[in-house]
């Protein structure tokens, strides 16, 4: 069945530095790729999203790479901040229907 | 304008009893999703809702859940005879009619069953 598998570890960064996330998807009639940022105690927020026809997309801050290739996804976050510490899941949809598949999710703590 | 409301945010029963969560989409969004999410662990799909209509429940357990999304109101996520296994963050997320972007989350509901 379709799954995008991503463990959860833990990604700890310094300050300033820069983050990458990665993904793993295994369906190849994904179209749509999206990347999510969830607090402690709250909802999954949007970060930014790609699709199927794309390979970068960039937003304030953050880039997402797409390797159709390889099924590949990853979320590069530039100059870390403390505020960026968080679980961030990637998720997927099939062109055919509109829920979104998540990933396990990896935890950022962004060390001072 | 107002995001996904869903309340409770938490919400504790005991064994058998039933559990009834709510969420008000945003405005606008007839497409309601509910997803559950243990503790470190990601978001599994349950269900997804148009108005009056359930587009796919894939993700639902076969017994003791249910969902709706009435013409009127909110969606209702119900669980009878809730077991600790029960226990986790549901959440829901909207979308507009036609959209293939984003899902938009509300805070979640958190069930805890003694």
Same mark, same amino acid.
């Given at each position: 069945g379709e799954s995008v598998g991503?463990?959860? &570890?833990?990604? $700890?960064?310094?300050?300033?530095? #820069?983050?990458?996330? #990665?993904?793993?998807? $295994? #369906? $190849?009639?994904?179209d749509y790729f999206i990347w999510y940022k969830q607090e402690s105690g709250k909802g999954p927020q949007f970060i930014i999203d790609i699709r199927s026809n794309m390979d970068k997309r960039q937003g304030q801050r953050v880039t997402v790479l797409l390797n159709k290739t390889v099924k590949h996804l990853s979320?590069?976050?530039?100059?870390?901040? &403390?505020?960026?510490?968080a679980v961030y899941f990637c998720a997927e949809r099939v062109a055919a229907g509109n829920k979104l598949t998540f990933g396990g999710g990896t935890r950022?703590?962004?060390? &001072? | 304008n107002a995001g996904v409301m869903q309340n409770p945010r938490h919400l504790v029963r005991r064994r058998g009893q039933e559990a !009834?969560?709510?969420?008000s989409p945003m405005k606008g969004h007839s497409h309601v999703y509910w997803y559950r999410q243990l503790p470190e662990e990601g978001l599994k799909f349950m269900v997804y809702l148009q108005k =009056?209509?359930?587009?796919? =429940?894939?993700?639902m357990p076969k017994e003791r859940f249910s969902a =709706?999304?009435?013409k009127e109101g909110p969606s209702i996520l119900r669980i009878q005879?809730?077991? !600790?296994?029960?226990? %986790? %963050?549901?959440?829901?997320a909207s979308s507009p009619q036609g959209s293939t972007g984003e899902l938009f989350f509300g805070e979640g509901s958190r069930l805890t069953v003694l």
């Open positions: 991503l463990h959860l &570890p833990t990604l $700890s960064v310094q300050e300033g530095d #820069n983050s990458i996330i #990665n993904c793993a998807y $295994s #369906n $190849s009639a994904s979320l590069q976050i530039a100059a870390t901040q &403390p505020g960026d510490s950022v703590l962004v060390k &001072p | !009834r969560l709510r969420c =009056e209509n359930i587009i796919d =429940e894939s993700g =709706e999304f009435p005879q809730v077991v !600790r296994g029960d226990s %986790a %963050a549901y959440f829901c």
